[in-house]
């Protein structure tokens, strides 16, 4: 009886490596076309998006960025008169 016990170890293994030589050869294309569709859905939705823009963005910050020279942020400066340290 041993040696049937030693013979099934071997049919298992067998049977075992079928099955999964099965399982990993199956045909994996349903998921890659419903992945490349979704692919290809997005650059379509990123041409639209490049297509409508009107301008790039760092030419329109340069439109509406403030002057260099902040007289809020200067109060001597714009005032005409020497800089006062704060402690006076």
């Not at 009886?1 to 030589?21: E, N």
């Not at 260099?68 to 008169?81: D, I, Q, S």
Request: charged share 20%; no cysteine.
């Amino acid at each position: 009886m041993a040696a049937l016990a030693w013979l099934l170890i071997p049919l298992f293994a067998v049977v075992g490596a079928a099955i999964w030589g099965s399982w990993a050869s199956r045909n994996k294309t349903i998921g890659d076309v419903a992945e490349l569709a979704g692919y290809a859905r997005f650059r379509d939705a990123m041409e639209r998006a490049h297509a409508t823009t009107p301008e790039p963005v760092m030419e329109r910050a340069r439109a509406t960025a403030p002057d260099p020279v902040r007289p809020e942020r200067e109060p001597a400066a714009a005032a005409g008169g020497a800089a006062a340290s704060p402690t006076s």
